[in-house]
T-cell receptor, first 114, second 111 residues
């Protein structure tokens, strides 16, 4: 079972460039999430989606955009990369929005902005 | 903003020792989850506690949710080198299963 897959695994961007981080899940989960993890800071929620066509902001949405055209895919877009966006990005999914439900995480994308 | 304070930040112990990691907040959470993360991988769920005062055991790991659902602890008995990793606590807030994460505890168990 693939679970949650993310591409690319690593990427280096120059300031001002744009890119899309891809996330796909094959578990037919309705809920999907994007987090960023900075050293010593834990994970912070960027955006989340409760189903195809529905997205909402998390704790740190500035500088990012998302879309959810299908149940499987939840891409994260960086339009004008800044050094502050250097981080490791994780996509996750869960079958429901219940607080006790398990979130399944992808392997992450390590992004460096120079 | 709801915050989870996790302590200690780093822990280096010898094989066979016991340890406890704490996760504290001034906010009430619907549930508290503990994750373990290996380098280069995403977090993997260890356990979810939902009821105030709840205690769950997973082999040598014991998880407790505070009575007021504001704090939690992870106790490892007789730590082994295979327990080495980053341990994260996360509180679920509101409907939508949005998680607030602690900063993590890096555990190193030396043989």
């Amino acid at each position: 079972n693939a679970g949650v897959t993310q591409t690319p695994k690593f990427r280096i961007l120059k300031i001002g460039q744009s890119m899309t981080l891809q996330c796909t899940q094959d578990m037919n989960h309705n809920y999907m999430y994007w987090y960023r993890q900075d050293p010593g800071m834990g994970l912070k929620l960027i955006y989340y989606s409760v189903g195809a066509g529905i997205t909402d902001k998390g704790e740190v949405p500035n500088g990012y955009n998302v879309s959810r055209s299908t149940t499987e895919d939840f891409p994260l877009r960086l339009e004008l990369a800044a050094p502050s966006q250097t981080s490791v990005y994780f996509c996750a999914s869960s079958s429901s929005g219940l607080a006790a439900d398990t979130q399944y995480f992808g392997p992450g994308t390590r992004l460096t902005v120079l | 903003t709801q915050l989870l304070e996790q302590s200690p930040q780093f822990l280096s112990i010898q094989e066979g020792e016991n340890l406890t990691v704490y996760c504290n907040s001034s906010s009430v959470f619907s549930s508290l989850q503990w994750y373990r993360q290996e380098p280069g991988e995403g977090p993997v769920l260890l356990v979810t506690v939902v009821t105030g005062g709840e205690v769950k055991k997973l082999k040598r790991l014991t998880f407790q949710f505070g009575d007021a659902r504001k704090d939690s602890s992870l106790h490892i008995t007789a730590a082994q080198p295979g327990d080495t990793g980053l341990y994260l606590c996360a509180g679920a807030v509101e409907y939508g299963n949005k998680l607030v994460f602690g900063a993590g505890t890096i555990l190193r168990v030396k043989s």
